[in-house]
């Protein structure tokens, strides 16, 4: 017989309760992962990616899907994905101030 753990729903931090890791831990650990490594990549593009060749890509891709798993062991009572989050928003208001920035120098240049 399987001995079944429960969890304390408010234990959790909110990604791992909305994706239900007291209910059914291994769907709701894969779900997490997922998050985790998609909201990795949106930060990560957004903020410290550059063009690299497909070989450096593929390897820093390879480590970023291995690093993101301890993220998730520490994402299921610490907020990781929700710090992901906010990094993604800021970084993605920083990187649109810059656009518009740039866009405003060309235009002050063909004027």
Known sequence: MEEVTKIDPSMLSAFAELVGVHNNIERG?????????????IVFNLGFARKLSIVKTIIVY??????????TLLGVRLP?????????????????????????RQNEKTE
């Open 29 to 41: 650990m894969l779900l997490l992962y997922i998050i985790i490594v998609i909201l990795t990549i």
């Open 62 to 71: 390879i480590l970023l899907f291995i690093g993101c798993s301890p993220l």
């Open 80 to 104: 990781v994905a929700e710090g992901l989050v906010i990094t993604a928003v800021v970084l993605g208001i920083y990187r649109f101030r810059m656009y518009q920035q740039r866009k405003e």
